[in-house]
């Protein structure tokens, strides 16, 4: 009771005491009324007296209230009063004490009471069955009470849900619910479920829940709505912040297109109110979860893409560029916009193409750039544009390369009327503001990151420094300022320039020998190095100590040895006089034991609460990971093992230069392989074409067999009625010439048909020849299987052979009857010469029959010749098979040497059993003389049919009998 004293905030001892017994009352007609109405209006009065005396009412009243929960669910109105009154009892909202100890102690009641509630599971269970009642006064109260239990003990009361079957569904009905209220306190309710939870997380999405908070972000009016939409939006972060699974549904389910419309802010001067502001900043951050580094880089990418494509990267840079945008969201959308570019290679590309609505037009990128060197801007937005140009600077060679030709000579605009990115950074490089030094330092070791190309190309930059001077280069002009240290009068930190600039040539010289050559030719660099190191300096200026050694260390272990004097031997011989080879490596270590190394080394995004801190870049943490190992081992290697590495590299460099060899040679084969596939290919199809061609001529042939048939027909039926002597006189002057030449032809024929002849019969031997020599050597296993694809192979050439034979046999009859039909026209035109009247029209079909045989004998001759080139095609057939017989004799000579030595070998073994059988019976020779030696001294010894059939575990025991038997006499 002191405790609820406590609580009550000082109230008089009587009341207490009256109310407490009050409650008592309430509780006793709730838990014994058989009215309805009864225990109606005693929890209504308990709801009433839940807010004053929450303790009380607790303690008395909560069992009572969880039975009405489970014996009234037919009464909505009295289950709502029992539910509020929990709502009370457990919810701390509405507490009003002023005094921090009465809060404490009311917070702990809360949790107290909720621990109660749910150590009963049954309880949770009941909960979420009653949200499925429609009815308002039951369902509100209880997605409030819910509510206040996940706040109250939120792990606890999320893996309760979580084990209850349909427990989530039934919370997602809840943003279906038509009573805006419901629906609203339904989000606040997912919220608390989803915080911290992966699997409700999951689960929540794979609801449709993204579904449903995007469309009532669209009603509500996008950026322009008011707490719902900021609402939905935290649940949107909840169940997508660190869960790669919720991501890619996301993407997956096309709702990165539906968050275009959230950025169409519209026009300026429109005003932003606070709520805007804040549903904008909720938003951007929103596609920042989805683009976050810390993300798997192909969920990263692939978000990335979606974005360009469906014109949110677009969007993002209309806000970037336009007027009146409050300073936090202009900030925010350069980090957001950071994150969308950052390694993707199509949105860098977009970016470098995005002008700013200027006159004229400059890039957004020189614009951006204008405001991170300008010391006037906040300090928050100069560091989001240094990280957006970080950003697209990342595994970008191509934007590399354009920044650092704004510095080459023949690029820089000679008017004066443009200023470039290169310009802006050299600006700051040299401005006496040290965040401005600090942030172009960094922004253009960004631009030689892991490029050996643009490392080389900026040492060719030269700066004009002033009138009547020559120019310096930039490198120098970066050592000068370091040399000066703090000379210069800068706003800002006293260290950050020069560590900026070191950071610069630190990453400048990693990995070019070349830029260390051109740095260690200045002969004022090394002992300005060494000289710092040496020093006995404060804690501020250890961390540039510490950047000095690691400066020369680069300048050690990338050296080529180009010059006589700054060899790598000589330098560490110069740190061991001047530092100490133990003092180096403490300095050297200070970088990484430095606190704003870690906290740089975390995020790739600078961000710091105030420009002090503003030390170190993420990508530089890197560096100094990667060579802080290798340079203390080559501080610390003598000259002998210098050469032994030096030896290696050349060793492995030649062995590359190998391999790279042989790969271009297997390369190169490859391309003859694929070239020479493609010839066979295209020789196929020609041979396919080729037989198209055959077929094609042999249906001609017998075409023209019809026409002569045809024309021989007239012919006779012409004798019959018709002849003229003066015709066949006309004629006659021309007959015996086409006569001769058509009988060289036909004997031209026959001897090609005899030489063909010859060489098929030839074809013929050689198939037979193989097939014998095929035959004789199929002696093994692997052999047999080659020569039954050899004699495949023969049998398919012999077919084609004889196909050939036939076409050549059936042509031959073919110039056979042509012969004899020739013999009979030449009868009959001597039989026209001697008659005397011929008409004109038989001159004319004779001369057209001639004609037609002379066709077709030039036919035969073409195919007489495609014969031939078949026949030369048959003939490389056969050298092939020839070819992979003599291997498979080879292959067979090999097996037959094989067999021999096995022969042997069996040979040798059966001398060896042998030899051991002629032991075996010297043995037994001797046992029978023992046992006839036993026999003789009168030892009786069993008998030998009795010794085989004995057991094989008694025999040593009968070979040992002998001896026994000996050492008794």
């Not at 209220?181 to 989803?194: F, M, S």
């Not at 950050?496 to 200045?522: E, Y």
């Not at 004779?846 to 007489?864: C, F, H, M, P, W």
């Not at 067979?892 to 019976?921: F, G, M, P």
């Amino acid at each position: 009771m002191n405790f609820l004293r406590g609580v009550m905030g000082g109230q008089s001892a009587g009341p207490q005491h009256t109310e407490a017994e009050t409650i008592q009352k309430l509780c006793d007609r709730v838990a014994s009324s058989t009215l309805l109405d009864d225990r109606r209006n005693a929890v209504r009065a308990l709801k009433s007296l839940s807010k004053k005396y929450r303790l009380e009412v607790g303690i008395q009243a909560m069992e009572h209230l969880i039975h009405v929960l489970q014996t009234d669910r037919s009464d909505s109105e009295i289950i709502g009063y029992a539910l509020d009154t929990l709502y009370n009892i457990i919810s701390n909202d509405e507490e009003e004490e002023v005094e921090e100890n009465s809060t404490r102690q009311s917070e702990d009641l809360g949790s107290q009471f909720t621990e109660i509630f749910i150590k009963q599971q049954e309880n949770v269970t009941l909960l979420l069955s009653l949200l499925e009642e429609f009815d308002f006064h039951v369902r509100w109260p209880g997605v409030k009470l819910l509510t206040s239990l996940l706040k109250q003990l939120g792990p606890q009361v999320q893996q309760i849900i979580l084990v209850s079957p349909m427990g989530v569904s039934r919370l997602m009905d809840l943003l279906a619910d038509s009573r805006e209220v419901i629906r609203n306190d339904g989000v606040l309710l997912l919220q608390a479920l989803t915080r911290s939870n992966g699997a409700i997380q999951k689960i929540v999405a794979f609801e449709n829940a993204f579904e449903r908070l995007l469309d009532i972000i669209t009603e509500e009016g996008n950026s322009d709505g008011g707490i719902v939409v900021e609402d939905c939006l935290l649940l949107l972060q909840n169940l997508l912040k660190n869960n790669n699974s919720n991501q890619n549904f996301f993407k997956e389910g096309s709702y990165i297109q539906r968050m275009k419309p959230w950025f169409e802010v519209g026009d300026e001067n429109s005003g932003w109110s606070a709520q805007k502001v804040t549903n904008l900043h909720l938003m951007l951050q929103l596609v920042r979860v989805l683009v976050s580094p810390t993300n798997p880089p192909g969920a990263t990418s692939s978000c990335q893409k979606a974005m360009f494509q469906c014109g949110l990267l677009q969007q993002l840079c209309t806000i970037l560029m336009a007027t009146g945008v409050p300073a936090d969201i202009l900030t925010e959308t350069i980090n957001t916009v950071s994150e969308v570019i950052r390694g993707c290679q199509v949105n860098q590309d977009y970016f470098a193409s995005v002008n700013a609505p200027s006159n004229p037009p400059r890039p957004a990128i020189v614009v951006l750039l204008m405001s991170m060197v300008n010391e006037r801007q906040p300090f928050v937005l100069r560091c989001a544009v240094l990280y957006c140009f970080q950003c697209f600077l990342y595994k970008n060679q191509k934007g590399q390369g354009e920044i650092v030709s704004t510095l080459l000579p023949s690029t820089i605009d000679a008017t004066g009327n443009s200023v470039s990115a290169g310009q802006l950074l050299c600006g700051g490089l040299f401005s006496t503001d040290s965040l401005s030094n600090w942030c172009a330092a960094v922004a253009l070791a960004h631009a030689l990151q892991e490029n050996a190309t643009q490392k080389e190309q900026l040492l060719r930059v030269q700066l004009a420094t002033s009138i009547g001077n020559p120019p310096v280069s930039l490198l120098q002009q970066c050592t000068n300022i370091l040399s000066q240290g703090d000379k210069i009068d800068r706003r800002g930190s006293k260290i950050q320039t020069r560590v900026g600039l070191l950071m610069l040539l630190c990453t400048w010289l990693s990995n070019c020998p070349i830029a260390v050559t051109h740095f260690l030719h200045n002969s004022a660099n090394v002992p300005f190095l060494t000289g710092q190191i040496a020093e006995n300096l404060g804690e501020e200026e250890q961390l540039v100590q510490g950047l000095c050694a690691l400066l020369l260390g680069i300048s050690i272990y990338f050296n080529d040895n180009s010059l006589e004097s700054y060899m790598k031997e000589k330098l560490k011989q110069l740190i061991e006089k001047r530092i100490g080879k133990e003092n180096f490596i403490e300095k050297l270590g200070f970088i990484s034991k430095h606190e704003l190394y870690s906290r740089a080394s975390q995020k790739p995004q600078p961000n710091f609460p105030s420009p002090e801190y503003m030390i170190f870049d993420h990508e530089f943490t890197k560096l100094v990971k990667e060579l802080e190992g290798v340079i203390t081992k080559a501080i610390y290697k003598s000259s002998e093992e210098d050469k032994k590495e030096e030896e290696v590299k050349k060793t492995l460099e030649q062995h590359d230069n190998i391999v790279t060899h042989y790969k271009n040679m297997i390369r190169e084969q490859d391309l003859q392989l694929e070239e020479l596939r493609q010839q066979v290919s295209t020789l196929k199809c020609q041979n396919e074409q080729l037989q198209t061609a055959v077929t094609q001529q042999v249906s001609q042939i017998q075409q023209h067999k019809d026409q002569y048939n045809l024309l021989k027909i007239q012919l006779g039926k012409d004798n019959q009625h018709q002849g003229s002597y003066s015709e066949g006189a006309q004629m006659n002057g021309i007959q015996p010439e086409e006569i001769s030449r058509l009988r060289e032809e036909i004997e031209e024929l026959k001897r090609n048909q005899e030489i063909l002849q010859s060489q098929l019969t030839e074809k013929d031997s050689v198939i037979e020849n193989l097939k014998s020599s095929q035959t004789s050597g199929t002696n093994e296993q692997s052999s047999a299987i080659a020569s039954a694809r050899d004699f495949e192979e023969v049998a398919e050439l012999k077919q084609e052979l004889a196909t050939l034979k036939s076409q050549l046999n059936s042509q031959s009859v073919e110039i056979t009857k042509l012969q004899t039909e020739k013999q009979e026209l030449l009868q009959k035109t001597e039989a026209f010469a001697k008659s005397a009247e011929v008409q004109g029209e038989s001159e004319t079909v004779i001369a057209t029959k001639t004609t037609d045989v002379e066709g077709r004998l030039s036919a035969l001759l073409q195919e007489t010749k495609e014969l031939k080139n078949e026949i030369k095609a048959l003939s490389e057939e056969r050298t092939a098979i020839k070819e992979q017989l003599d291997s498979s004799n080879s292959t067979i000579a090999i097996l037959q040497t094989e067999k021999d030595k096995l022969e042997l070998e069996i040979t040798d073994s059966k001398k060896e059993q042998d030899d051991l059988l002629v032991l075996l019976a010297d043995q037994d020779q001797k046992i029978l003389s023992l046992k006839n030696k036993l026999k003789d001294l009168g030892h009786p010894v069993e008998e030998e049919d009795e010794l085989e059939s004995g057991d094989q575990e008694d025999e040593d025991d009968e070979s040992e009998d002998p001896s026994k038997d000996l050492d008794h006499i």
